[in-house]
């Protein structure tokens, strides 16, 4: 009676990129063939991953797919067969807890161009070694790999991956894909020479018919104001390489996982290819987006659609923090709905974020709104007022300091530039057959190096003095309009609606502060401070009730700052 043969899986795995010691899949199979012909085992089912990585189990579909078949006993397999450690895995840890998994179901591992078979003595112990062997080697792949990359990016060459958009690679080279680059034209064009941000760009090019032509790396065919944000900061558009913008960092806590995070400092040099717009353009378009790059105070959202118009603005009397709107359903005696009572309430007076406030007060929203709406009013109607707010307008801002650093910088810029231009015509005209060539190229090189570094330093400090030149003339815009506003304001706000009204008081008013009681006169109202100088005093305004006077004070962002 013929003896059984003994059952087996084999695995094999090769990237996409390269193949392990010259063995192809095919020649892995045929190695793992022989070898259990001459073992007379049976191979019942084999299985492969092409095109998948070994730094991790994960994402290998037929790999997880023996191991089920594994658990369950569906073929009876004593052995899997690999053809060396490292296609069965790389990362010590997932190999180990893998194999372990594999014993509990008498599975044992066998590799056969490494001679190591898991079920001896020696075997496991070989295992735990070449597994970590195979760590370290993954690791040092990855910086060679790495080290290549940013060499290409020194010399201006693009380093992999797919071609940006606007862009196609003939033989590894970035060339101008003329039907992809009128729209990436047209994105700087509107963003640099139009107040439109990301968003107005995205409507724009879709209302003038301008779609993304569909690739094998996105099948969208809009331009959403995300891509367009990342077209607007990508440097490759104006001629330039950049490396190292996104770094590749492990998850704390995690064994495998990794995202990508926006670095400060990366390398950036000239390009080989040829721009599609001008520097000039993109430093403009960098300055925008440096510019614009602001945080909006967030606002407590209720679950009605009421538009709480302080909501935020008005500060808890006691500890000072926001209080924001609310609602409450009050009740007749016999319990059915008698109306919705708005207010403001401390948004500590539930625990919030570790802190704790006693203030229960609730201040009647309407109240306090039309507080608020008749001192301003008021003020605005002052004889002098509309004088000071036209004086306030026509007062220049002063860019002289700026526009001066702006100045050095473009000067050192030029200088730099000059500098760079000189060094590489340097190395371009050393002799190779000068016996001190090596050292010489060595030091010019770093000096090269170091002069692009410096270029780098530059510009960014460029781009962030001319982003502020243009918030300081932005800021004076935006106060000529708030002034404007002012002046105007009591036949706008009769105008309004809610949500404008909240706009307008998001605009002008920095904080609006509340006494801790409700006073004789029935008002909440204490104090208003707006977000520009108003006056340069305080001034006394009347509520309705004549008989009671409130002091309003009116103060400006520096005058705060000096009390």
């Known amino acids: ?37 001459y073992n007379d085992y049976e191979i019942v089912h084999e299985y492969e991953d092409a095109g998948k990585s070994g730094k991790s189990i994960e994402g290998r579909l037929k790999f997880s797919q023996m191991m089920e078949d594994i658990k369950s006993g569906k073929d009876h397999v004593s052995f899997v067969l690999v053809f060396k450690l ?24 066998i590799c056969v161009e490494d001679g190591i078979d898991s079920s001896k003595d020696a075997g496991k112990l070989m295992i735990s070694v070449l597994s970590a062997v195979a760590e370290i080697e993954r690791e040092n792949i990855r910086v060679q790999t790495m080290e290549g990359r940013i060499q290409k990016a020194r010399e201006g060459r693009w380093n992999g991956g797919f071609a940006p958009y606007g862009y196609q690679l003939v033989n590894g080279k970035l060339e101008i894909n003329e039907e992809e ?25 879709e209302n003038h018919g301008i779609h993304k032509i569909p690739r094998q790396n996105g099948k969208n065919p809009l331009f959403d104001s995300h891509l367009i944000r990342l077209i607007l900061k990508n440097p490759v558009y104006c001629g330039k390489i950049a490396y190292g913008r996104r770094k590749t960092e492990k998850v704390h806590g995690t064994r495998n996982d990794y995202r990508l995070v926006e670095q400060d400092n990366y390398l950036l040099v000239e390009g080989l290819h040829e721009p599609i717009v001008s520097e000039n353009v993109w ?14 105070e967030h606002v407590n959202k209720v679950k009605d659609e009421r538009t709480h118009l302080l909501s935020g603005i008005v500060k808890c009397p006691v500890c000072g923090a926001g209080m924001y709107g609310n609602k409450s359903i009050k009740h007749k005696k016999d319990g059915t709905k008698y109306k919705d009572f708005y207010y403001y309430g401390c948004k500590h007076r539930k625990m919030l974020y570790g802190h704790k406030c006693d203030y229960k007060k609730q201040i009647h929203e ?3 709104d039309d507080a608020v709406a008749e001192v301003i009013t008021k003020l605005v109607s ?3 007022f509309a004088t000071m707010m036209q004086d306030k307008i026509n007062t220049k801002v002063d860019t002289t300091a700026i526009d001066q650093e702006i100045a050095s910088y473009e000067k050192q810029l030029r200088q730099s530039y000059s500098t760079k231009s000189r060094l590489m015509e340097e190395i371009d005209s050393l002799d190779p057959d000068d016996r001190h060539y090596i050292r010489i190229k060595a030091d010019l090189d770093d000096r090269l190096y170091r002069m692009y570094d410096k270029i780098e330093e530059l510009e960014s400090k460029l781009v962030e003095a001319r982003a502020k030149k243009q918030t300081i003339e932005a800021e004076k815009l935006t106060g000529d309009n708030i002034y404007k506003v002012l002046i105007y304001f009591d036949k706008l706000y009769a105008v309004m609606n809610e949500v404008e009204k909240r706009q307008i008081m998001e605009a002008l008013i920095a904080e609006v502060q509340v006494y801790e009681e409700r006073q004789a006169n029935g008002q909440w109202l204490k104090s208003i401070k707006f977000k520009l100088p108003i006056i340069e005093e305080d001034m006394n305004i009347s509520l309705d009730n004549d008989e009671h006077i409130e002091t309003v004070v009116l103060l400006d962002n520096q005058k705060s700052e000096r009390t």
């Open 1 to 37: 009676m013929a003896k059984e043969k003994i059952k087996v899986y084999t695995y094999t795995r090769v990237s996409t990129t390269m193949q392990i010691d010259g063995y192809s899949l095919d020649a892995q199979k045929n190695r793992m063939k022989a070898y259990a012909d």
């Open 382 to 384: 002052n004889p002098k």
């Open 181 to 205: 680059a009128p729209a990436i034209r047209v994105i700087f064009d509107q963003y640099v020479n139009t107040d439109m941000g990301a968003n107005g760009i995205a409507k724009y090019l």
């Open 366 to 368: 309407e109240l306090l």
């Open 86 to 109: 490292s296609r069965f895995g790389r990362n010590a840890a997932d190999v180990l807890s893998t194999l372990q998994v594999m014993q509990d179901f008498g599975v044992n591992l």
């Open 283 to 296: 430093q403009s378009a960098q300055v925008k987006l440096l510019s614009q790059a602001k945080k909006y």
